[in-house]
């Protein structure tokens, strides 16, 4: 069971607008939700967390926000550059890291 | 530079065949940890271990075996009970095994059964 979706497969913007990247969960017992990006024959890198206790957080040109009643995270990235374009796994644990369970991915491609 | 390492990226192997994935990270970190990516999947937990010379099953641990003999060492071994062993292989470290410490993710192997 997907307890962690991204309807998304891929995602395409221009660059300068915003990225909107979208991920929804089913186990409510998810209380910490983090967002990887994957290039291209590199493993995923930590992009930004939220706890389940935040509504929003901020980091630069990315922000994760997180609707607890609809089970739903989303991360913006504005102004989008062409260097954003890689997957963006969203993923969700209940506590510890084995139960870390992750979304498929969206492809973004941010075009110059 | 600290990191995690695999070898090799890419790994052929005949059906039968047993093959170990290599693991290493010079982080210090305690947690180690090993996925299986397939095309439309997440990652899925195939083992994992908090401490050395302790591993617990993921997932889908069948047809997979592992061994944490070092603190800096997580080897993965796809045997030939694992049905359907293409896939890209990720291994990740954290400090600890909570749900907030940072996995860090090594860059993957791509096996292919022949």
């Known amino acids: 069971d997907q307890q962690v979706k991204q309807n998304s497969p891929s995602l395409s913007v221009q660059e300068g607008r915003i990225s909107i990247l979208n991920c929804d969960y089913t186990?409510?017992?998810?209380?910490?939700f983090l967002w990887y990006k994957k290039y291209p024959a590199e493993g995923p890198t930590f992009l930004i967390s939220?706890?389940?206790?935040?509504d929003k957080n901020e980091d630069g040109r990315f922000t994760v926000f997180l609707n607890k009643s609809a089970k739903h995270l989303s991360l913006h990235i504005v102004p989008s550059q062409p260097g954003d374009s890689a997957v963006y796994f969203c993923a969700a644990s209940a506590g510890n890291n084995n139960d870390m369970r992750f979304g498929a991915g969206t492809r973004l491609t941010v075009k110059p | 530079d600290g990191g995690i390492t695999q070898s090799p990226k890419y790994l052929f192997r005949k059906e039968g065949q047993n093959v170990t994935l290599s693991c290493e990270q010079n982080l210090n970190h305690d947690a180690m940890y090993w996925y299986r990516q397939d095309p439309g999947q997440g990652l899925r937990l195939i083992y994992y271990s908090q401490i050395v010379n302790d591993f617990q099953k993921g997932d889908i641990a069948e047809g997979y075996s592992v061994s944490r003999e070092k603190k800096e060492s997580f080897p993965l071994t796809v045997t030939s009970a694992q049905k359907n062993p293409t896939a890209f292989y990720l291994c990740a470290s954290s400090i600890g095994g909570g749900g907030t410490d940072t996995q860090y993710f090594g860059p993957g192997t791509r096996l292919t059964v022949l």
């Open positions: 186990n409510s017992m998810f209380d910490y």
């Open positions: 939220i706890s389940s206790i935040k």
